[in-house]
């Protein structure tokens, strides 16, 4: 089972203003650079279901438009982690003032090595595909947790297996947002981990490495 990378990690539901989270505001207010610096940026297609377009800083994607900023990794170090979440942190200080809706923390992993007994333990007992040839099956399922929604997505394909994990919060409370970011990534990849474990017997997660742009 494989955590890919570049698919949105963080996203952030807003009224943002993409005008001004372009590269240049983005290197000199989050990350720090000096006004003027030449700075690497790169540019990358984002792995997730509808492809964007994610321009790149150390390792940290962004997207932005309107109504959420998605924040991307490149690889799964803890090094990154730590500071996407600092990135986090300094978005939401710095333009403290952007009206905020929910947010969410999430994770997609591919099997492309198809086991039956994997199927089997995600499939229905219905007898559709006794009846027609099935390309695709998608089972979705909601589950509670103490501080946020688990929005679980399992899609079975003639290429591979995947879980999409959505963490969402209805609200982003400012006032509390250095408890609920510092080692939120670390903390839902430890309960998708265990989600495998408990529901699915996996317990080989590879954190896919990518390209640290």
Known sequence: MILNVLTPTVVIQGFWNPAVLQPPWVAV????????????????????????????????GFYVDNS?????????SENLINKAEEIVLKLLNTLSHTPLGGYGINFIFT????????????????????????IQQVFSTHIKFPDCILKLTRTISDENVTFDFNYHHEALDLDNKETLFKGAINKYL???????????SINEIVLETGQNN
């Open 29 to 60: 207010n989050l990350f720090e650079y000096p006004s003027g610096e030449a700075i690497q940026i790169s540019i990358a297609r984002s792995q997730s279901k509808v492809s964007k377009e994610v321009f790149i800083i150390d390792g940290i």
């Open 190 to 200: 430890k309960v998708s981990k265990k989600l495998f474990l408990d529901v699915y």
């Open 68 to 76: 959420r900023v998605e924040i991307y990794l490149t690889n799964y």
């Open 111 to 134: 099997e492309d090595n198809i086991e039956e007994s994997l199927v089997d333990a995600m499939s229905t007992n219905e007898s559709i595909n006794s009846h027609y040839q099935i």
